[in-house]
């Protein structure tokens, strides 16, 4: 049914429609909704069975998440930013183990400095976990990739990850079209382990892998998500002949014929990407965009396809390897070989990506005047000025708290 | 598309005001999209809250810089946030104040702005009158269906009642009602004057 | 089951034979279709107080459970050398997942089971000391607090054994270890407040906590079944020496057992939520001397001129335990 919800309120409700039974809470912010509305389901009876266990931390969440997938249970959990780096070494585990968890990610930025607000850096932080990690554009795109993400986890026995903005979607009310319970129930039918702790068939999980098979063992879990390249888009065209609706899948391509310009960008920049390109579109502009939805796997040949011979492409990302550079940009690298390149970071840590930059960018590009790796919207003025105390004064102090108070002072005094 | 920001201080409900605002506009079949300023803003602090309405879908997340009308629950902020930037000549604005937009010392809007877009409605004394609390968000939107006629004030009453349940919803609509009123009387004092 | 009060001792060790009890009273291990839950085979040292101790605790749960029983193990000694894959010493279902999680995986079993409709099939999460105490007191901590259904069990050889002997928050005073080298004015581990975890897990009200030792593995035992007649979190911390870090002979495991009992220095009791409900007397009290002498780790503290003074603090520390739990035997006792 069509209703104009929270995008939170719209993942809880479409995660409780897939019965999970072992749901783990430890509250971050731009997360908590999420979990505080699967709570108040399970406790109200809504939602059963279903265990809402209030873990001490997030690294006990994905620990207890291990626990109830590999006896059997349906495991799901959410987490942003610091949150999943201080589970990151369960993240890790839990692909290892191969055990199908869904975990919503509302990505926001990671400190220091701390930031509450979105970016990608968090995402990033676990693209070689061995989860699959699925970037949605809308919050009705979030709410149908949790249906497919517990198909997909379940189908392979590697964790899935949706990654949505934090704030951005989490926060945002908008209209959104959930499926109800007879079908999800369609879609999804139950859980049927491929390893379960049972007394009645005892079997040892997590043993030590030496030297001799490790490889062996790591490469079978590539190959695994080199499968999830194949079940993605095909349970998206499932999901789309039952429901209806285009979600999920590798790329999204938009505009993309006869595009000398492309941009790439994951998640729901991409909206306001696409409202730049209609604007340039009617001018007579050849420029499309495309949407990345499957981060891991990497869709290396639909990207290749999709991206052909362009004049130029532009990845927009918000994150980025410091001391190198775009992180999706070396993976879009990589699918296209010698296009030019250029990457883009953009909406770190909440600033707003506008349109007007997003135009302002394409421009430059076409003039040849856009560097390899660029930084939308940077206030060069407050970076000089800190690299020149930090030139002069060996104890010049915290960096960050420098450039707050620099940015703090009346403009003519920063003259 | 129409985009309206509303400000005002943690605990006013400013981002409630927009959500309810998104409902309502939803309610009339058109596309709606509300979010927060997205701060971890604490009781009293300002805070800024968005909502877009549109006949199409609604793709753009960009923060609304360009606004159409701007909504202010707290007078104590004019002066100290930059509340009307990019807000056009032919711009609204509704403002929680029983005094005029020249004693706030807006001068400057009086004279860029239409008159007939820019009205004052004393919503925290509507809220104390009807719903018996100092939240302004539910009659300042009664008081925006009135300015702008982007959504209906039955529609308001709709996303109120959903809210916040038959009692207290019809107590906020009351609140909301009265604004309307107030806002619609405003408007034709401001068209009368400029008929003669 | 009560505590079995025998008078008539065979050997030295004031051990009991099985075969002077009825056959109710006979340990798990003294019937032949117990279930081996760690079989023979595993890669554990010579004299190792850990495998002693997993294979009675595991057998015992075993036993009260019918076969009903998951392990959860933390990284360490016992979850590296039960499982040389493709061997593996489980017989029971098992599940080893990262160091510092072992208490929140079982709490995720638990769970599982309890949504399942297998309320039946109970949970035994394990770790060495430093799973335990350090590492794994986050995750323990919050499976106490929300007593979750899981019976853990502490193997505690007071350190890293398994990285090569290194010094955890349940390393005692005075001893060496890789992290703590016997140099210095100060040498071995800091004196300091330690780590009482079984208190710890006592101020937690939750419904059973107790200690044990492989010297009295009918004692150990009795508290594994004792623990499973609970649900809810249970605590039981076992000692269990370490040939190989303790620098101490093989075949003295069990002497050093009883020796660290019969000190003072590990104080054996058991407590219902909050409160202790039963101690085990020392009956031939020993000066820690007895104790500390049989093994490396304390060599820096006798010869010449050795550290008297800090072998008094030690036996401070054990006279201290005494006084708390009134470990000494009153004539009513005997």
Known sequence: MLQQIEGSHAIAESVARCRPEVVCAYPISPQTHIIEAIGAMVKEGTLAPCEFINVESEFAAMSVSIGASAAGARAYTATASQGLLFMIEAVYNAAGLGLPIVMTLANRAIGAPINIWNDHSDAMAVRDSGWIQLFAETNQEAADLHVQAFRLAEDLSVPVMVCMDGFILTHAVEGVDLLDQEQVDRFLPPYEPRQVLDPEDPASIGAMVGPEAFEEVRYLAHLRQLDALDRIPEIAAEF???????????????????????????????????DAVDERREAGERIGVLGITSFRPFPLEAVRQALGARERVIVVEKAFSLGMGGVLATDVAMAIGTTTLHTVVAGLGGRPITRVALLDMVDRARAGALEPLSFLDLDEGVIARERARMATVRRSGPFAENVLRDLGRPREDQA | MFQVRIHGRGGQGVVTAAELLAVAAFREGRHAQAFPSFGSERTGAPVVSYCRIDDREIRTREPINAPDAVVIQDVTLIHQVDLFSGLEESGYVLINTSRTFTELGLGELVERCRPDHLMTCPATELALEHVGRPVPNAALLGGFAALTGQVPIHAIGDALRDRFGPTIGERNLAAATAAFDHVRAQMEVVSGAAAD | MSETRVHFYQVGSFAVGNRLLSAGERTVQSDRRRTNSIDSGHRACQGCGEALGARYALDAAMRVTSGQLVAVNATGCLEVFSTPFPETSWQIPWLHSLFGNAPAVATGVAAAMRVKGRD?????????????????????????????????????????????????????????????????????????????????????????????????LHDLERKVERAMSFHGARYLHVFVP??????????????????????????????????????????????????????????????????PDVVARLQAMADANIARYGLLATEEDE
């Open chain 3, 242 to 307: 370490c040939p190989l870090g303790w620098g101490a002979a093989s075949n003295d495991t069990i002497h050093l057992a009883r020796l660290a009992k019969e000190t003072g220095i590990f104080p054996v009791y058991e407590a219902e939520y909050g409160e202790v409900t039963g101690v085990t007397k020392i009956r031939r009290p020993a000066p820690v001397t007895d104790y500390l002498r049989l093994q490396r780790r304390y060599a820096h503290l006798f010869g010449h001129p050795g550290r």
């Open chain 1, 240 to 274: 789309a002949e039952m429901f209806g609706r285009d979600s999920g899948g590798l790329v999204r391509p938009y505009r993309l014929a006869d595009a000398d310009t492309v941009i790439v960008a994951m998640g729901s920049v991409l909206g306001t990407i696409k």
């Open chain 3, 120 to 216: 039946q099939v109970r949970v035994v999460g394990q770790a060495g000391d430093g799973g335990t105490v350090d590492i794994g007191f986050g995750t323990l901590s919050g499976m106490f607090e929300r007593n979750d259904d899981v019976l853990f069990i502490c193997y505690d050889n007071e350190g890293y054994m398994n990285t090569g002997v290194q010094r955890s928050a349940a390393t005692p005073p005075a001893a060496r270890t890789a992290t703590t080298d016997a140099v210095g004015p100060e040498p071995g581990n800091p004196f300091g407040q330690g780590k009482d975890l079984p208190r710890i897990a006592m101020a937690h009200g939750i419904p059973y906590v107790a200690t044990a030792t492989v010297a009295d």
